[in-house]
């Protein structure tokens, strides 16, 4: 990473309404097009695919998407991107480091992800203390793996989230009080 990142110093956006977030070995642009004018937009991907070529990198436009965010009453259908003479795939939302960011710019799909993860490494703690695993153990797998999938980037999609998902989750919890999650957050809590 550090290497990359001392490698791609230069790799900059040309338009003010544009900007170009690196992390590791990926690269995100993120273009604003007012006024339907989409011009500076594909011009950024123009110079990002004509620096990977100078610095020899290549773009793998099979893992490469687009999301559009369009807040307009009447949407309009999009000219497709193409890079290097390949189509990008448009999609309506994306994994970005992690979180699941979606074009309408709600926390569904990321919230639904994130509970589905968690409920898959529950059965793994559900099997340790059913064998009998001492507690301090059980504390210490459910902290590092399953509290950490929820926390993690929770400062940023939780607030946005609409929450129905939450309280169903407590009104199910309060319905099966003796189930296994109440009694790990219970346990959890009174450390």
Same mark, same amino acid.
């Given at each position: 990473p550090?290497?990359?990142t001392l490698y791609t110093h230069d790799c900059v956006p040309s338009h003010?309404?544009?900007?170009?977030?690196?992390?590791?070995?990926?690269?995100t642009l993120v273009g604003l097009i007012t006024g339907g004018?989409?011009?500076?937009?594909?011009?950024?991907?123009e110079h990002l695919s004509t620096w990977c070529l100078a610095n020899n990198l290549l773009l793998n436009t099979s893992k490469t998407k687009e999301v559009i *965010?369009? @807040?307009? /009453?009447?949407?309009?259908?999009?000219?497709?991107? %193409?890079?290097?003479g390949d189509v990008v795939e448009t999609v309506s939302s994306f994994r970005f480091l992690g979180v699941h960011l979606s074009g309408e710019l709600t926390w569904s799909v990321n919230t639904k992800?994130?509970?589905?993860k968690a409920q898959q490494r529950l059965h793994f703690l559900r099997v340790l203390r059913k064998n009998k695993l001492d507690q301090r153990?059980? *504390?210490? @797998?459910? /902290?590092?793996?399953?509290?950490?999938?929820?926390? %993690?980037?929770i400062s940023a999609w939780y607030a946005g989230s609409?929450?129905?998902?939450?309280r169903s989750m407590k009104a199910r919890t309060s319905r099966l009080r003796n189930s296994f999650y109440p009694w790990a957050i219970r346990t959890l809590n009174h450390r």
């Amino acid at each position: 990473p550090l290497l990359y990142t001392l490698y791609t110093h230069d790799c900059v956006p040309s338009h003010p309404s544009n900007s170009i977030f690196k992390f590791a070995d990926d690269t995100t642009l993120v273009g604003l097009i007012t006024g339907g004018d989409e011009a500076a937009y594909r011009e950024e991907v123009e110079h990002l695919s004509t620096w990977c070529l100078a610095n020899n990198l290549l773009l793998n436009t099979s893992k490469t998407k687009e999301v559009i *965010v369009d @807040f307009r /009453r009447t949407r309009v259908d999009h000219a497709p991107l %193409y890079i290097n003479g390949d189509v990008v795939e448009t999609v309506s939302s994306f994994r970005f480091l992690g979180v699941h960011l979606s074009g309408e710019l709600t926390w569904s799909v990321n919230t639904k992800a994130v509970m589905a993860k968690a409920q898959q490494r529950l059965h793994f703690l559900r099997v340790l203390r059913k064998n009998k695993l001492d507690q301090r153990l059980l *504390v210490t @797998f459910y /902290r590092s793996t399953i509290e950490s999938v929820i926390t %993690y980037c929770i400062s940023a999609w939780y607030a946005g989230s609409s929450g129905k998902r939450y309280r169903s989750m407590k009104a199910r919890t309060s319905r099966l009080r003796n189930s296994f999650y109440p009694w790990a957050i219970r346990t959890l809590n009174h450390r």
